[in-house]
C-alpha cells in the first residue's frame, strides 16, 4: 500500500507503523548476554541450533529455519527458493511483496512476475486464486509459468486469514502444483487475534513456507524463512548466501529470537498490541466523528477521519500515515474524510490511545 | 581462500575467525540505549544521520552511507553498483568476492563475471591489473566489458596496500573508466596497521567505493558501503532495497556504528587486534620450529606448523583454520607441515596468545 | 492477450496471425542471393550497414540498428538497456510484453516489474500515465523506481496512437525522466494504417526506442531495436551479446531486411495486409449478424460472431482465435456470440476474405 | 580465446571462421521452399516436429529439441536449465562460453560462476575436473554449489574428445551429481573427424545435454538444444520463451535443419571441411617454415608461421586470424613466429588451400 510523505515526529500518540518500536527489554538485554565470548560463525552455534528447537516445538513438528535480516529478504528468498522461468506468483494487489518491497521478489527470483489478486479487507479468495491461476494454461508459454501462491498474515489490511481460509487456498495451490508462502511479518499478531494454534494457521492448513518475522513485534531485526517440510529446503542456504543475507555472527540473531520466543514473550507482546488496537479501535467507533474503515484483527487499524479531526490529531503530535482510500474496499471515504492507518506495538500505552481517542470527541 | 572443515570448540586460544567473537561491551551498550522509544523507520533517524556526520568527519569529506547487514551484501551491492551487460570485474585471484560469497557479486550485479588476477601477498598490483583490462579491448564484444576493480584491504593474506599501491591501482582502473571498490572487511585493521588516515588510503587514493566493515571488528552486524563522490550513489537505495538489505529498524545498525565510531572506539578495538597478532607473530618467529608465512600488516596471522605442533596445539584446545599452502606465495610448506590462519579479534588476550606461543616450544 | 487452445488447421481462410504466413518472395530471393561467398560474421559485412542506411534514410535521421531474433527479444532487450534496480516499466494492461513474452522483459532486465495501465482500445492515454507514474514518488523506496513507458504500434487491439497521442505520451513519460519505447510488431501496419511519415510517428513524436518488426510482416525473423539517438545506444551491443542475441551470420538479418525495405516493399506488404484486413471488416460490418468490436486500424480485425456463425466458419476451414470478451472495452458480447481475432497479412488473398464474408451471410 | 582486430577483406583464402561462409545450396533452397504458405507459429508446425524425428533417428533414441537462435544461446539456455543458486560451472580455461559469450552463460543462467580448468589441446581431463569438484565441498556454503559440467567437441583448439575420453568425464561429473553439458558448435566436424556415431560421442558416453551446431557448417542461422532424456527438459519451453529466443516463424529454422540433415548432408559438408583442413595441414607440415602447433581432428588448423610468410600471405589476400600464443600448449613460438587460427568450411576449395601452401614456400 501506498504512503504519503509525513514529518517525521518523535511525540508520543505515535502510531506510525510497529517498525518504528525499539526492541523489548528482553530482546535487548539478550542480544547483550551473547556479546561475550567465541562462538562459531554462520549460524553453526548452540544458540541458533535451540531457536530451531523452540519453533520446532511450537509448530508442532520439525522445520527448517534459516535467519536473514528482514521481511523482504524473508519473502523474497522463498519466493526465489521456488522459482521457475518465466514464473508467476500470485497474491493480492495490496500484498506488501507487490508494492512495498521495490521489486525484491522479481529481482531475487530472477525475474518472477506477480500476479494481483483483487479481494476485500486484502485478502485473496479460493475462487479468486483458481481463476487467476486459470489464466496461465500448463502449456501457453507465453504467459509465463504459475510458480507459487503468497498470502499475508496479517494482510496488509490488518485483517487475517482463518485456518478454514489458508486450507481452502493451499487446496488450490497444491491442486496446481504450486506451493504456499505466507507473508508472517505480523504473524504473532495474526495468530493472537485468532486465538490459533501456530500450527493450525500454517502447515495443517497448507503452508509451504512461512517469513516469521520478529522485527515489528519487539526485535530489532529478527526475521527467519521456515521450511515446514526440511526436505524442501534444500539449497536454501545457497540462495540466502548469495543474496548475503547470511550473518557472520549469526548469533546477535539467534539471541533475539531465543528471548522472543522464550516463555510466550512473543504472544505477549502481540497480545499488548492488539489489545491496545481494540481499544483504539472501541474508541475510535464510539466516537461522534471518526470510524474504522474494517474491523482490525490485529494490531491495524484503519479508520477514516473528518479532516478537522485530522488536523486537531497532528496538531497535537499524533503521528500516523494517511492511507490511500479505496484500498481496502471497506466503508466509503467522503471528500471531507481522509482514511489513515493507525499501528500499535508492544511499546504503545492505554494512555496515549486514550489521549488520541479523547482528542476525537472534542 | 579454502577453508578445511573443523570440529567446532568453544575453548580460549580460539584464532578461528575475527567473526567468532561477540560485540565490545560499548558496542553492546549502545544496542540496549537504543532500542527504547520511536524512531523513523528506514534510517530516516537521528542517529543514521548522525553516523554519516561521524564518517564524513573521519573521511574528511561529505560522504553517502548506506548500512546494510552483511560485508557480501557490502561488496556485492557496491559491485552491482556500477555493473554493466558482460560486466567484468577485476580483483585478486584469493578475493573474498571470487572465493567466499556463493557468487554474490555475480547474482546481485546480474551475471558480472570475475576475473582474478595472481599477486604475491594476496595483492594485485597495478602492472597484472593493467595486463588483466587490455585482455578486454572497448569493441570485443565477446569478452565482456569491464565494470570495476575490487581490492582488499587488509586482502586475504592480511596484507594491506600502501597509500601509494592504491594510488597506482586507482590510475590504471580509472585510466579504464573503471570505478574502483575497496573490500574493507577488515578496513580498521588496514589503517591502524599502515599508521594511515583514512581519507589517504581512500578517496585520496581513488578509492569511489568502500565495503566499511564493522562486523569483525566489534559490532554484532555492522557493514555501509560508502561512496565517496554523494552524486555516484544515485539509485543506491532501490539496489539495497531490491536485495532486501534495507533494514526497518535502521537504528540497530546506526546504533552500533554510533558507538563504534564514537571516541575512537574501532580504532582502539583494532589496535588491540593487530597487537596480539604481532605478539603472535613474534611468538612464531621466534619458535624453534614454528614461522611465519608472511608479515602481518593487521590481524592475521599465516603461519606454517610442524605437524607435530598443530597436533599439540589442537589438543590443548586452540582453534584456528588451516590453509591452502600455495595460496600466498609465501614461504614453501614442507609435506611434514601445515600452513594455518590465525586470526585475532578485539577479545583477544595477551594471555591466550602466551599460551599458544608457549605450546610451540614445549 | 489470452488465446484459447485451438487444432491447427492448414486450410485457406486462415486469420490465425500474420506469424502464420512465411516469407515474401522478394526476401526468400534476398536469403538465397546472401548465401554465398564470406563476410565478416556479427555483423561487420556491407550487407548489414546498408540496412541501418536504408533505415536513417526512411527515418529521416541517423540512428543506430542492433538485430534481434524476436520480438520479444526486441522489446526486452531494449527496455532491459533502460532498466534500473527496482524498475517499473509502464505500459497497457493488454501490452505483449504484459502477456505474452513469458516474463523476458522482467528476466533480461534483471527483475524490472511491469505497472499496468487500463485504457480502451488497448491504448495508454496521457493522463493514464501520469497517473501511473504519480504513483511512484522519487523518494519511495519501497514502491520502485520508474524506468520506462513501452506502447505498442499496432496496439494489440489493432488500434493504431496518432502522432498527437504519442507526443503527449512522450511528454508525460520525458517529464518524468523516463525514455519512451514502441513495440513496433507492426509498425509498418500501424504506419499504412495512419498514413504518416515514419520519423511523425516516432523520434518526432518523442519515442527514443522502437522494435522494429519484420518477421509478421514478409519476413521468415527480421527484428531490430532501433535507437533515434545513437549515443544512447552505447552498451547495447554487450546487452545483446550476454543475452545471446547476436547472430554470427548477421547477413541472415540484413539480408532480410535489405529486400524488406527496399522499393517500399515492407509498405506495400503493410498495404496489403492492410487493405485486406479493410475489406474483411467491411464484409463483417455489412453481414447480418456479425460485427466488429472496434474498427481496425492495421491488419487485425476484432470481430463478434453469433456462436452460430462461429461453428459454421470453423466447419468449412477457417481459422482464427478466440479473445478473450471484454479485453477491448469495445461493443459488448452476448452470451450466444464470441470474440474472435481475425489477422491478415501480405499473403491473405481477396478470394479468401470474400469465402470469409460469405459464409457470414448465408 | 582472444583474438586480435582484423581489417575485414573479401577475398580468397578465406580462413577467418566458418561462420564467415554464408549457407549450403540445399540450405539456401529449403528456406525458399518453406516461404510458401502458412504453418502454425512458435513450433508446432509438421517440419520442426520432422526434425525432432530426425534428429532422434540419428541419435538412435527420441530426443528433445529445442531451436534456438545462436550457439551462444544454446550453451547459456543450457546452463541456465541446470542452474543453482550461486551454481558453479565447471569448463576449460578456453572453453567459449568463458571467453566468447561475453558472460551470456552467467547472465542467463542468474549469475552463475565458471571454474575454469588448464588441459593441453584446451581439454578438460577427468583428473583436472574431479580436482575441481572437490575444491567445492556439498556443505561449503561459501565457496558456491557446483551446478554443471561443460565440454566443446570440437574444442577451441580444435581438437575432439574420444569416447572414452567423455566417458571418464561424464562419470567424474555424474558422480557429483552434475550434468554434463557439450558445446556441439562444430559437433559435425568433431563426430567425422572421430568417425564415430553420433549416439557414442553423446548420451552413451554420459552427455546430458548437447548445443547442437548448424551454423557453423552450412546453416544460415541454425541452433539447437538436444536433452538427451526428454523428462530432464521439462519447463525447458520456458527458459527460452522468457530469453526471447522463440521464434514465431519456427520453420525457418525446421527448414534449414530438415535440408542440413536430410542424405547425410551434414556429414558431406563437414568432411569437406576437416578434409580442405588436412589438406592445410599437411601442406603446412612439409612446408620449409611453418608448422604446426597442434594435430587438427576437425576443421581448425592451428599453425606456427614465420612473420615473414605471415606478411606475405597477408598481402596475398589471405585472411585469418592471429591467436594468442601459448592458450594451446602447443608447440613454442618463437618470437619471430606468429601463432594463427586457419578455419576451413564447407565452402573452401583445394585451389584456394594450395594457393595458401604455394605461398607458404615461395
Known amino acids: 500500500m501506498r504512503q504519503t510523505r509525513m514529518p517525521f515526529d518523535m511525540s508520543t500518540m505515535n502510531f506510525a507503523s510497529d517498525n518504528w518500536a525499539g526492541a523489548s527489554d528482553r530482546v535487548a538485554a539478550a542480544l ?25 516445538r511450537i509448530f508442532e513438528r520439525r522445520v527448517a529455519v534459516f535467519f536473514v535480516g528482514t521481511g523482504t529478504a524473508a519473502n523474497a528468498l522463498s519466493l526465489a527458493h521456488v522459482a521457475r522461468p518465466g514464473g508467476v506468483v500470485f497474491c493480492h494487489r495490496h500484498a506488501h511483496i507487490a508494492n512495498d518491497e521495490a521489486g525484491a521478489p522479481e529481482f531475487l527470483s530472477g525475474g518472477s512476475r506477480l500476479h494481483s489478486i483483487e479481494g476485500t479487507g486484502a485478502r485473496v479468495t479460493a475462487d479468486g486464486l ?11 508459454v507465453f504467459h509465463g509459468q504459475p510458480a507459487a501462491v503468497s498470502i499475508s498474515q ?31 511479518a505480523r504473524f504473532a499478531n495474526a495468530l493472537v487475534g485468532l486465538g490459533a494454534r501456530p500450527a493450525d494457521i500454517t502447515w495443517r492448513a497448507g503452508v509451504d513456507m512461512l517469513s516469521f518475522g520478529g522485527t515489528k513485534n519487539g526485535c530489532f531485526a ?14 536454501f542456504e545457497f540462495q540466502r548466501k548469495r543474496a548475503g543475507h547470511l550473518f557472520s555472527k549469526s548469533r546477535f540473531v539467534s539471541a533475539q529470537f531465543s528471548a522472543y520466543l522464550e516463555d ?38 484503519f479508520a477514516i477521519l473528518p479532516r478537522a479531526v485530522d488536523a486537531r490529531l497532528k496538531a497535537a503530535g499524533a503521528v500516523y500515515y494517511e492511507w490511500h482510500a479505496g484500498n481496502l474496499a471497506g466503508e466509503a471515504v467522503a471528500p471531507d474524510e481522509l482514511l489513515v492507518r493507525l499501528v500499535t506495538s508492544f511499546r504503545t500505552t492505554d494512555v496515549e490511545v486514550d489521549r488520541f481517542v479523547g482528542l476525537l470527541t472534542q
Chains 1, 2, 3, 4 share one sequence.
Request: glycine share 10%; no cysteine; aromatic share 6%.
Open 32 to 56: 547483550v548476554g551473547a556479546a561475550g565470548g567465541h562462538a562459531p560463525a554462520y549460524g553453526n552455534d548452540p544458540l541458533s541450533e535451540g531457536v530451531t528447537e523452540a519453533l520446532s
Open 130 to 140: 483458481a481463476e487467476a491461476i486459470a489464466l496461465y494454461p500448463p502449456h501457453a
Open 154 to 184: 496479517l494482510t496488509e489490511a490488518g485483517t487475517a486469514y482463518s485456518a478454514a481460509e489458508i486450507a481452502a487456498l493451499a487446496d488450490v495451490a497444491h491442486e496446481a502444483g504450486l506451493p504456499l508462502h505466507m507473508d508472517g
Open 222 to 235: 529478527a526475521e527467519a524463512v521456515i521450511f515446514f517440510d526440511p526436505e524442501k529446503a534444500r539449497g
Open 264 to 301: 510466550d514473550h512473543w504472544l505477549d507482546l502481540a497480545r499488548h498490541a492488539n489489545a491496545t488496537a481494540r481499544r483504539l479501535a472501541d474508541g475510535i467507533e464510539q466516537s461522534p466523528g471518526a470510524h474504522l474503515a474494517l474491523q482490525p484483527d490485529g494490531n491495524e487499524v
